[in-house]
């Protein structure tokens, strides 16, 4: 049994076949064979060279059918690489001499050769590396029993086993055979963990090795609580896992007697408790969590793992169906939010070397102003059947507010030209996600209905911690002073302007930090539907008094630790109130 530590994502326990998804890059690791075992490993490498040339000759058969000869013959540097005999006899000497995986020498061999070629003043032969990197990767799957398969492939339950996912794989995934899923790299907020949660798939990222140490067909068990990843489980680890996995099933349907009760803390201090979706299929788990309307719909995956672009008739629909199974609770329609984790086939967004801070969400409808008032369109017709309200993300200055509106109030004539119904007194909200936009707030307050704060990339920007990094996933510090100095200017703005503000980043969906953002004086938590019923509780269990003296002290304090430290010692409190007033 091997036991992996990375980072939970999604909570939950479960336990199942891994399946070693089709990958860009896999993670090699080194690992010692015996004597004995060299003639194996030796026919594990001809086995692959042999398949690998074999898959190489079927696509230059096929593009030659389709494209012409010309483009086939591309593949011929692929084949060159592979009948290389410096590289073959190079990789089975050290095979004999270092007793080594396979895997892990012939990457070494090929990184080799790489980096002589980099060296190179002839472009031609820099341009093979390319060619090199290909057979490679495609060496390493056939060595690793690396189908390339698509999720919609899978026939049976498993545990999707890669070295990234897109939030487009995840958001598939429901409609799959998957029951969980691990990756190599990504961090808790990367938009791939944020899906998880909503689908309620536990998985852990940021394993690093996961793909270099786990096989397809392998036993595994995820608990998403902790990140703690067991492959090939002995008999007692999987009995206990098994009890840990009943214990949770119960332990969530307790949760959801709290379902009815309202939301608010002992001394009456209401509060809404809404919750996060990215799919129209995901609201009977919201009303079953208890959760009031929705504080972030994120419309993006509309436009993903499609060829086309949604009409605004089919968006409109959407938008209405939700909006009318939640009446007369809100719904928060965020606008497109493109760029960044997401990324879209259809439009011709190009590549970026910083895209979490480059073309992204209002930036991208403000420059596609079609597309943008398509989707106002859609949001506004359906205003007219619930209480919808509009929120524009990444903003960073009132501009994109005007133009923003300027857009809104243009879709509204258009509607209204056209005798078409809408919602005239709609709420228009911002997310407070930039800290450009926290430090103005005062200003953006006077020209928006409401604040949402996105503390999923306010932390990041805040912190210049890249929120899918597992490297630096310790930086990524949600109670840093800094953090909560913004969060406070936030609330505190929003509220000298008479308006509401709410949280929707992942922050508000974490228990611990409850009682804090309460002192805060948050009027609202949107939160994955699985988190609700916890935070109801924990929010039911405080005094808005106490809640208010545990942020003036956090505001004290110099460090992210320390306040954590005092986080946790008020969270003990509370649990052991709650204890001693079940025990009276
Ligand atoms: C956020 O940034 O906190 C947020 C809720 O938006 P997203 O996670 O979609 O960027
Ligand atoms: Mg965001």
């Known amino acids: 049994m091997i036991t992996l530590k990375g980072i939970a994502a999604s909570p939950g326990i479960c336990i199942g076949k891994a399946f070693l998804f089709d990958i860009r890059q896999v993670s090699v690791i080194k690992k010692r064979i015996s004597k004995e075992s060299i003639p194996k490993e030796i026919s594990r490498f001809e086995e692959a060279l042999i398949k690998t040339r074999s898959e190489i000759l079927k696509i230059q058969e096929n593009i030659s059918k389709e494209m012409g000869l010309e483009h086939a013959e591309i593949f011929n540097a692929h084949l060159l690489v592979l009948e290389d005999r410096m590289i073959i006899d190079e990789v089975i000497n050290r095979l004999k001499t270092e007793h080594h995986n396979v895997e892990y020498i012939f990457t070494n061999v090929l990184k080799k050769y790489i980096t002589v070629f980099q060296k190179m003043d002839d472009e031609y032969l820099r341009e093979r590396i390319s060619d090199i990197e290909d057979v490679g990767k495609r060496m390493l799957r056939n060595l690793m029993g690396i189908k390339r398969r698509t999720l919609a492939d899978i026939k049976e339950k498993v545990i999707v086993v890669a070295y990234d996912l897109s939030p487009s794989d995840t958001a598939t995934m429901h409609k799959q055979n998957v029951i969980g899923f691990i990756t190599d790299i990504g961090g808790k907020t990367s938009h791939t963990a944020i899906m998880a949660k909503s689908l309620e798939i536990p998985a852990v990222v940021g394993l690093e090795i996961a793909t270099g140490e786990v096989k397809s067909g392998d036993i595994l068990i995820i608990d998403g609580m902790t990140g703690v990843v067991c492959v090939n489980p002995d008999k007692k680890t999987l009995l206990k896992y098994q009890k840990e996995e009943r214990k949770y099933t119960k332990f969530t349907k307790e949760l959801e007697d709290l379902r009815e009760l309202p939301c608010q803390t002992k001394d009456g201090k209401g509060i809404e408790i809404s919750a996060n979706i990215e799919l129209p299929e995901e609201i009977p788990s919201v009303i079953s969590h208890g959760g009031k309307g929705i504080g972030l ?39 497109l939010d493109l760029g960044g984790d997401k990324f879209l086939s259809q439009l011709e967004v190009p590549r970026e070397m910083n895209p979490f801070l480059g073309w992204r969400a209002i930036r991208l409808s403000l420059a596609k102003p079609g597309l943008f008032k398509v989707q106002l369109r859609a949001i506004l017709r359906a205003s007219a059947y619930g209480n919808v309200k509009v929120m524009y993300p990444m903003i960073s200055g009132v501009e994109e507010v005007d133009a923003a509106n300027k857009l809104l109030n243009s879709a509204k004539k258009e509607l209204r030209d056209k005798n078409i119904s809408f919602d005239k007194n709609m709420e228009v909200g911002v997310m407070i996600e930039i800290p450009s936009a926290a430090l103005i707030a005062d200003i953006i307050a006077k020209r928006v209905d409401f604040f949402s704060i996105g503390t999923n990339d306010l932390i990041q920007y805040a912190l210049a911690v890249d929120r899918v990094n597992e490297k630096i996933a310790y930086l990524y510090e949600p109670v840093h002073p800094a953090v909560l100095r913004l ?15 709410g949280m929707c980043g992942e922050m508000a969906g974490e228990v611990a930090f409850a009682p804090l953002l309460v002192g805060l004086g948050l009027d609202e938590f949107s939160a994955p539907a699985v988190a609700i019923p916890q935070i109801k509780k924990i929010i039911r269990s405080v005094n808005y008094e106490d809640a208010k003296k545990l942020s003036e002290k956090a505001l004290t304090l110099s460090t992210g630790k320390e306040v954590e430290d005092l986080i946790s010692r008020y969270f003990r409190e509370i649990l052991r109130g709650d204890t001693q007033q079940h025990e009276k």
């Open 487 to 501: 969060i406070k200017r936030i609330v505190d703005a929003a509220h000298k302007s008479k308006i509401w503000v």
């Open 297 to 335: 719909y994120r419309t993006e995956y509309f436009y993903m793992n499609r060829d086309d672009l949604p009409s605004e008739e089919e968006q409109y629909r959407a938008y209405r169906d939700v909006a009318e199974k939640l009446k007369p609770d809100a719904v928060i329609i965020r606008t």
